[in-house]
């Protein structure tokens, strides 16, 4: 029984000398990457169709931070709302010779294209307004003529604007309508 013992003994120091010296070996050396320097550009190049390409340096980019400056706006800004076109201001002319000789169909609809053309102007929604009182349909007069206002740029127009509001809340008998329309005209 010694000698199987005896014999295990060379074979394992044997196994550990070998495992610590392939530990300790020095690893093979690693290549070292090199870098390619850039390609020097020619002072020109010629191109077989004859053209001459002259290379330019570039700078590098710098990146800087921006300043924003927002301009002032006016409050009282004045818009192209496109009234000043002839076809407008024929339709428009349509629009209140059928009011005055109240032809309430023919003024609704030169109204409603002069709105197309001009879809800023507060004129049409006005007229559209003060038809929509006389076929008696007062919540429309009244969304009509609030969209005018939003376009409404003088006092005036305001004013009729206003008046039409008035009207259109005194027919659905909506205080609240009638007391912001009064109290709208009183500081006009």
């Known amino acids: 029984m010694l000698k199987k ?8 120091v044997l196994g550990c000398l070998l495992l610590a010296g392939c530990q300790s070996l020095p690893s093979p050396e690693q290549p070292e990457k090199k870098v390619r320097p850039l390609p ?8 077989p169709s004859g053209v001459v390409i002259k290379p ?8 800087k931070q921006l300043k924003v400056v927002v301009p002032e706006q006016k ?7 496109g009234h000043n076109l002839p076809a407008f201001r024929q339709l428009m002319q349509q629009a209140n010779t059928a009011y005055a000789k109240e032809q309430w169909s023919a003024a609704e ?3 409603l294209h002069a709105q197309r053309l001009a879809p800023q102007s507060p004129e049409p929604f006005l007229y559209l307004a003060m038809i929509a009182n006389r076929k008696q349909q007062p919540a429309n007069a009244e969304s009509l003529a609030k969209r005018g206002l939003s376009y409404a740029q ?3 127009m305001k004013k009729q604007l206003w008046l039409s509001i008035l009207k259109a ?3 659905q008998k909506k205080t609240a309508t009638i007391l912001q329309a009064q109290t709208a005209l009183k500081s006009l």
């Open 5 to 12: 013992v005896a014999c295990i003994k060379p074979v394992f």
């Open 40 to 47: 020097e550009k020619p002072a020109e190049i010629h191109t």
């Open 56 to 63: 330019y340096d570039q700078e590098e980019i710098i990146r």
């Open 75 to 81: 409050s009282s800004q004045k818009f192209d709302d």
């Open 109 to 111: 609809t030169a109204a």
């Open 154 to 156: 003088t006092d005036a």
């Open 169 to 171: 809340g005194q027919m």
